[in-house]
């Protein structure tokens, strides 16, 4: 069995990944990630900073670190294979535009408009097209009951953001099934991203692993913790002497 660590380098790892960081490392052999395709909020900084934070903690994990910023080729290559298997379609509606009415594809003529006005577009997985090409419910094993996923349920999420042409979603099951992961382990509030994970998955004849959603931290307010409160940071409490076991045990809900 294998699993991993995947962190986003948006920020300083703070209490709640040290909870998540001891689900994963203590649930079996684990691996680093730096998920930091997002260019727009990932700094190198932060990622010499995960480092630091998580040997001063005691985990260890095998080298080399998979980063994801540098694999941006193979996100693209998933995404042009769905397009070319006619899965995906343009969404050119802003934030605000998708409030009134849900996505849905542009008719051709449109579409040629737009893109010769030079209107900036996302990439949506089409669950009509998908329909056509797997069950229409899906199972997955959760460490907790079977899941099953029903794709009548599903919104057409974006695959190809509009700013870094690819997303989430393809970067993270991707390097799963490359990474062979055979056991996710993260935090409850992914848990409503698991079905497309698994819809993606059976697109690209990949195998899903076993998924296992850990119960969240919460601040005292039952608020989830997050890198805006900084006062929780790893390295705030490791600079007020904390010791890693104090903080280990103090990340444990
Ligand atoms: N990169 C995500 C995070 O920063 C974790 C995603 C996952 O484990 O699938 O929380």
């Known amino acids: ?49 995960i480092y630091q934070d998580l040997d001063w903690l005691g985990f260890d994990w095998p080298i080399p670190v998979r980063i994801q910023s540098q694999h941006r080729g193979a996100y693209l290559d998933v995404i042009d294979n769905l397009k070319e298997r006619g899965l995906l379609y343009r969404c050119f509606k802003t934030r605000a535009q998708l409030q009134d009415a849900p996505p849905a594809p542009l008719p051709e003529a449109e579409i040629q408009t737009r893109l010769e006005n030079k209107e900036p577009f996302a990439w949506r997985l089409s669950i009509e097209k998908c329909q056509a090409r797997v069950k229409s419910t899906l199972t997955y094993e959760d460490t907790e009951q079977d899941k099953t996923v029903d794709l009548s349920q599903l919104d057409d999420i974006v695959v190809g953001r509009k700013d870094i042409g690819t997303s989430y979603h393809i970067a993270v099951t991707h390097d799963d099934m490359i990474q062979n992961i055979t056991h996710v382990v993260r935090g409850a509030d992914f848990i409503d991203q698991t079905p497309y994970h698994v819809l993606i998955q059976h697109l690209m004849g990949w195998p899903t692993p076993i998924y296992h959603h850990h119960a969240l931290l919460l601040r005292d307010d039952g608020e989830k913790l997050s890198k805006r409160h900084s006062d929780t940071t790893i390295r705030s409490l490791r600079e007020n002497s904390l010791t890693a076991r104090q903080v280990l045990d103090m990340s444990a809900p």
């Open 1 to 49: 069995m294998l699993t991993r660590f995947a962190p986003s380098p948006t920020g300083y790892l703070h209490l709640g990944h040290a909870h998540a960081a001891a689900q994963a490392f203590g649930f079996g052999p684990c691996l680093l990630r730096i998920e930091d395709i997002d260019k727009t909020r990932c700094r190198p900084e932060y990622r010499t900073a």
